[in-house]
């Protein structure tokens, strides 16, 4: 199984909202990561899990909280967001070793509108 | 800091007709290269990677990359286009450091094949 499942695949909410993203694999990856993509952009890296441990935030507004229940799960909680967080956010995930040349697996993403 | 390049946001290709998307990086040390395909309103998919070896890698859906390290250029080829590769295509370059394991991307090229 290669698959990273997210949910939910579009989300609607308002800048007073909070809702979650979540993201799930079941490779045994134990490095998982959110990025943001504009349309015609490439992904942004937003956040970095390492054997669910935070190991990098790219400078994100406190507003995008990243959690990492489990190795399998990794959440993004979102509130108080602006209209220009509108954009897909994917998931990722890869086997963690230093100096291997192991490859991102990409989730289909979840379509955010924020209104 | 490592980079890609991609000097083309679109390449025109016939249906038929080979196909060629441009790659140039900029690392320090051996690079770790990527190539993804992204379809419209879905995630990314790996493609083929170069870590060591071959020059010439060969990849999925019968695409290749052919590594030149006189010209720090990775660039993606394909023999005989489809109307199907039609997608948004990004090079990607792997750096590892303490944090964890971060992908660069270029900027994308849209692929255009037309019947």
């Known amino acids: 199984d290669t698959e990273v499942t997210q949910t939910p695949k579009h989300l609607v909410m308002g800048m007073t909202n909070k809702k979650s993203l979540k993201c799930e694999q079941h490779m045994g990856h134990r490095a998982m990561y959110w990025y943001k993509q504009k349309a015609k952009k490439p992904p942004e890296l937003m956040f970095v899990y390492s054997y669910e441990k935070l190991s990098i935030n790219e400078s994100v507004p406190s507003r995008f909280s990243p959690e990492c229940p489990n190795s399998s799960l990794l959440n993004l909680h979102l509130h108080a967001l602006q209209p220009e967080d509108s954009a897909l956010y994917l998931c990722?995930?890869?086997?963690?070793?230093?100096?291997?040349?192991?490859?991102?697996?990409f989730g289909p993403g979840t379509r955010l509108t924020v209104t | 800091a490592q980079s890609v390049a991609q000097p083309e946001d679109q390449v025109n290709v016939a249906e038929g007709n080979p196909l060629t998307v441009k790659c140039t990086y900029s690392v320090s040390g051996n690079p770790y290269l990527f190539w993804y395909v992204q379809y419209p309103n879905r995630g990314l998919q790996f493609l083929l990677k170069?870590?060591?070896?071959?020059?010439l890698v060969k990849g999925s859906y019968g695409f290749e990359a052919e590594f030149n390290k006189s010209q720090t250029s990775f660039h993606l080829k394909k023999p005989s286009a489809l109307v199907s590769d039609s997608a948004l295509y990004f090079c990607a370059v792997r750096e590892w450091n303490n944090a964890g394991n971060m992908l660069t991307f270029g900027g994308g090229t849209r692929l255009m094949v037309k019947p």
């Open positions: 990722a995930s890869s086997q963690e070793k230093q100096g291997a040349d192991y490859e991102q697996y």
């Open positions: 170069y870590i060591t070896g071959d020059n």
